[in-house]
């Protein structure tokens, strides 16, 4: 299976890791590109921006958001 994980704090990125032990695909994105890096080190697919993660995943998408209340998820209109 593949999936997405969006924002690779502790959670997501605790969560890729044991996706990745399970024999999944994960395609990753986080605005730390040290933490994306991290985790393509340990196996996972790497994404520089949220189009090239789109772009990564297979029809049809799934993608696990994991990014804390506040700012990184307030929509501004």
Known sequence: MQLGMVGLGRMGANM?????????QVVVSDL??????Q?????????????????????PRAAWVMVPAGAPSRVTR
Request: glycine fraction near 16%.
């Open 32 to 37: 730390s590109p040290e933490a994306v890096k």
């Open 16 to 24: 890729t890791r044991r996706l990745l032990r399970g024999g999944h």
């Open 39 to 59: 985790l393509v080190g340990e196996g996972a697919v790497g994404s520089s921006s949220l189009d090239d993660f789109v772009g990564k995943l297979k029809s």
